[in-house]
């Protein structure tokens, strides 16, 4: 009888222990992020204190260009430079054949074997937005559209998604027309998602293309 007692006593400690471990962890954005409050609205960012990353199981990168890279190619592809999705967009960014064209690259099986020019390819894509976008970003960097703040990393993440021809559309609208993908995914999501990164270092210029040295 004892020995029962013991038993289910243990098992009761044990089954306490593990629902303990899988209890909702309780993280407050006002300390993970950098919040801006202009006109008295609020907006995340990445944070640019490491000690905000505490207990957090990611590394931190504050509003570096690596973790914009690395948080755009999770949303697209959880990070997979092999993936091909429904659509047969391709590999760690989901590029489409034709936009790999416009910088160069025509051999999509190589694209989808090499993460070093995947990676290249990302770069040369947002340098291409940017001057597509140049007066964009010009205009907007810093306002607030569509209760949005508007920054140069989510103008520039929302044409990855929608191409600059969207980002325009949805300017000229003052934020009013709804642009989404196939898969319902909307430019105003990708701006104010991937907001407030340090994309400065990428040079705007219409002919960018991949060189693989």
């Known amino acids: 009888m004892r020995k029962k007692w013991y038993f289910y006593t243990s098992l009761a400690i044990i089954i306490a222990f593990l629902s303990a471990g ?27 204190e490491q000690e905000d990353y505490t207990n957090l199981n990611i590394p931190f990168t504050g509003n570096l260009f690596i973790g914009f890279k690395e948080a755009i190619g999770f949303k697209e592809s959880q990070g997979k430079y092999k993936k091909i999705n429904s659509l047969g967009y391709l590999g760690k960014y989901q590029f489409g054949v034709e936009t790999l064209k416009t910088i160069g690259i025509k051999d999509s099986l190589s694209f989808l074997k090499s993460p070093k020019m995947q990676e290249k390819a990302f770069v040369a894509l947002l340098a291409k937005n940017k ?11 810093g306002k607030v559209v569509a209760g949005i703040q508007v920054t140069e990393s989510g ?18 609208s003052n934020g009013k027309r709804f642009l989404k993908d196939a898969y319902g995914t909307s430019v105003r999501s990708y701006m104010k998602a991937f907001g ?3 994309t400065s270092f990428i040079v705007a210029n219409n002919n960018a293309v991949v060189t693989m040295n």
């Open 22 to 48: 899988f209890k909702p962890l309780k993280i407050d954005t006002n300390h993970w992020f950098i919040i801006k409050n202009p006109d008295g609205s609020q907006y995340l960012y990445p944070s640019q």
């Open 196 to 198: 407030g990164y340090d």
């Open 155 to 172: 103008i520039l993440a929302a044409a990855h998604l929608g191409g600059a021809g969207s980002v325009k559309k949805f300017f000229s």
């Open 131 to 141: 001057w597509l976008l140049r007066d964009i970003i010009e205009k907007y960097d």
